[in-house]
């Protein structure tokens, strides 16, 4: 559970030809809320800043599901910009959904199965290709919150979609 002046990331994401961009900033855990019901963001006047702020004045986005995972993380010696990361206990939670509650949540995973992502800036380096068929690791798709909403989420949406199609047909 983070301190009330813990930093978080506060970011938006956005699939943009097969490629995740993100837009991402630092702030106060505190501040979160502040900016969730659509107040600036003070003392932020970047660009990234002015885009979430634009972005949440303009949809009201409201928290809808808590995700949760340990994390290790590791960076190139040589080429920093080549990141791995270890992702294990992935839970999520679709209420309680304040930061001050812990990090409780449910498996997504039924198993001890570990997520790794690599973060390559352009080509994967031959040394990491290699060492990767060895083991027999392939890409594959896996999103956090895509998993959550198929999960929880979208089967309730689509049930009050049908109810309210069914009451105003």
């Keep these: 559970m983070p301190g009330r002046n813990a ?4 970011e938006l994401k956005k699939k943009c030809y097969g490629i995740v961009c993100k837009r991402r900033i ?3 855990a505190d501040r979160m809320e502040l900016v969730l019901n659509g107040l600036s963001i003070q003392g932020q006047q ?3 800043a002015k885009e979430i702020t634009w972005f949440q004045q303009l949809n009201c986005a409201e928290p ?3 995700l949760a995972y340990d994390r290790v993380a590791y960076s190139g010696v040589e080429d920093p910009e080549v990141r791995i990361t270890f992702d294990t206990q992935l839970r999520y939670r679709t209420t ?3 930061l001050w509650l812990g990090d409780a949540g449910t498996a997504m995973l039924d198993d001890d199965r570990i997520l790794m992502e690599l973060k390559l800036p352009g080509v994967c380096p031959l040394w990491l290709s290699q060492a990767l ?6 890409p594959t798709s896996f999103s956090k919150y895509g998993y959550c909403y198929t999960k929880t989420l979208l089967p309730g949406a689509s049930r009050k979609f049908h109810k309210e199609v069914r009451h105003y047909a």
């Design 26 to 28: 630092t702030l106060p």
């Design 96 to 98: 309680e959904l304040d």
């Design 7 to 10: 930093p978080v990331f506060l």
């Design 64 to 66: 809808s599901v808590f």
């Design 46 to 48: 970047t660009q990234i």
């Design 133 to 138: 068929s060895r083991i027999s690791a392939f």
